[in-house]
């Protein structure tokens, strides 16, 4: 039987060492011990072309900051391409990530974690040489509508949310396909949990969660999952199909929404 190919990620960074907060803890880190996947990072410092061991310079045109050069990037780029490709990687895909991007989602996420090899290159500075990316970037990605100071925490958001997709990373495989916006949940967010002890600062488990029944249980979950989206994420409920058991649960919501205000 032909063993799975882990996930290949590479990435294009000057600081190679913040990465060590995906590579040693948490889920991550357990993803790397099961093979699931494996991190090579590349500083493009090392593939400058002078003694000085320069990647960026001041841009054309004039204005603040510098702009990072396309030629170590590039040399970077085929040195990754061509360690996943020895790998079994048929074709690396170059992700790009960027503030101009539009903000991915939970189905872009599983999306790329389909693809067996990706290079995620983090810009820093001003940016990048648009040359660069127009010759070499298979895709752009943004976290959200916001500037970091480069792309490192970015890539490690999108590794992260990856990684846990990949099987036998998570200790319970049901974790991830019943977080918040996945299929399973149809893009709602999850439900409240609740734990041990039963009681805590006087205030008690729903008391359906003990009863046992299961069917009452995930009715409750369903219920509380629209109550939390109706509130806290309208845009989720726009456009949807409703099930007959969902616009019942909604009329529920809104008569005790009504009467909380009397």
Not at 56 to 74: H, I, S, T, W
Not at 124 to 133: A, H, P, S, V, W
Not at 158 to 171: E, F, K, Q
Request: aromatic content about 6%; overall charge negative; glycine content about 8%.
């Amino acid at each position: 039987m032909k063993s799975r190919l882990a996930k290949q990620y590479d990435v294009i960074t000057l600081f190679p060492e913040m990465f060590d907060a995906i590579a040693d803890f948490g889920v991550t880190r357990r993803g790397l011990d099961e093979k699931a996947w494996e991190l090579t990072c590349w500083n493009p410092r090392e593939f400058a072309v002078n003694a000085y061991k320069t990647i960026d310079d001041r841009p054309y045109g004039g204005g603040p900051g510098m702009v990072m050069m396309a030629e170590p990037l590039n040399a970077a780029i085929d040195a990754a391409s061509q360690r996943q490709v020895a790998q079994g990687v048929t074709k690396p895909k170059v992700v790009y990530v960027t503030p101009q991007a539009k903000p991915i989602t939970d189905a872009g996420i599983r999306e790329l974690a389909r693809e067996d090899g990706l290079i995620f290159l983090c810009g820093r500075y001003e940016g990048i040489d648009e040359r660069l990316i127009d010759a070499r970037v298979d895709l752009e990605v943004s976290i959200g509508d916001y500037v970091l100071s480069g792309g490192e925490l970015a890539a490690m958001v999108l590794i992260d949310a990856m990684v846990r997709l990949l099987p036998g990373v998570l200790g319970d495989g049901q974790s991830a396909v019943e977080d918040s916006f996945s299929p399973a949940r149809e893009g709602l967010l999850d439900h409240p949990h609740y734990t041990r002890p039963e009681t805590w600062c006087g205030i008690a488990v729903p008391p359906v969660l003990m009863s046992g029944d299961h069917a009452k249980i995930e009715v409750w979950r369903r219920k509380q999952a629209l109550k939390r989206s109706q509130a806290r994420r309208p845009d989720l409920l726009n456009g949807r199909n409703w099930s007959k058991q969902d616009l019942k649960l909604l009329d529920e919501i809104r008569q005790e929404q009504t009467a909380a205000k009397e």
